[in-house]
């Protein structure tokens, strides 16, 4: 069974470009969470969907971020135009809404550096 | 809201050796409670987690976690470390209605000496 899934797990850009960063959560969740790892502020939650629907995106730090969920299987966060201080791990997890607490399932995160 | 501190940045131990890694919540309910391990280049996985029931809980790798409300905690303990437990280990509070959302502490990076 897949696990989260994505991509790409490492990219470089130039400041002021538009940045992709994609996950494909496991089938059957419908939670997806959107984190930025940076060794200054550790783990941030950035925004998170419940049934493709944004819930909390109070984590986002400006408008440069979007973040979109078009369907179950699929999200995007885009950072545009991406600075160099945009440069850290950014994690995709997703779990499965359902009474009680579950556990959140992390990806492999993707590597971003904005030169 | 709520928040969770770990006031442990690093901590080395031999292997073998005991561990104990200390995590503090902020919460006025009774939280939901969580330990993830992150191996280097990797992303994070759950070691265990507390809901309800007996405070003592058992997780994967000999893992377990004491639930003690007196003292808003929720250490991570393993008797006898191995070299590959190496990882940095961060504890999460969950609020209940918060939609599995999770708060996460900073860390604790674990170096094992051989």
């Known amino acids: 069974d897949a696990g989260v899934i994505q991509s790409p797990r490492h990219e470089v850009t130039e400041m002021g470009q538009e940045v992709t960063l994609r996950c494909k959560p496991i089938?059957?969740?419908?939670?997806l969470f959107w984190y930025r790892q940076t060794m200054m502020r550790g783990l941030e939650l950035l925004i998170y969907?419940?049934?493709?629907?944004?819930?909390?995106d109070s984590g986002m730090p400006e408008d440069r971020f979007s973040a979109k969920m078009p369907n179950a299987s699929f999200s995007t966060l885009k950072i545009q135009p991406s600075e160099p201080r945009d440069s850290a791990v950014y994690f995709c997890?997703?779990?499965?809404?359902?009474?009680?607490?579950?556990?959140?399932?992390f990806g492999p995160g993707t590597r971003l550096t904005v030169l | 809201a709520q928040s969770v501190t770990q006031p442990d940045i690093h901590i080395t131990v031999s292997e073998g050796a005991s561990l104990e890694l200390r995590c503090n919540y902020s919460?006025?309910?009774?939280?939901?409670l969580f330990w993830y391990v992150q191996s280097p280049g990797q992303g994070l996985q759950l070691l265990l987690k507390?809901?309800?029931?007996?405070?003592l809980v058992q997780g994967i790798k000999g893992f377990e976690a004491e639930f003690k409300r007196s003292q808003s905690s929720f250490n991570l303990r393993k008797p006898s470390v191995h070299w590959s437990d190496a990882a940095e280990y961060f504890c999460?509070?969950?609020?209940?209605?918060?939609?599995?959302?999770?708060?996460f502490g900073t860390g604790t990076q674990l170096k094992v000496e051989l």
């Open positions: 089938s059957g969740h419908n939670s």
């Open positions: 507390y809901f309800s029931g007996d405070t």
């Open positions: 919460y006025g309910a009774t939280p939901y």
């Open positions: 997890a997703s779990s499965r809404t359902s009474g009680a607490y579950n556990e959140q399932f």
């Open positions: 999460a509070v969950g609020a209940a209605g918060g939609g599995n959302k999770l708060t």
């Open positions: 969907f419940n049934n493709n629907v944004p819930i909390d």
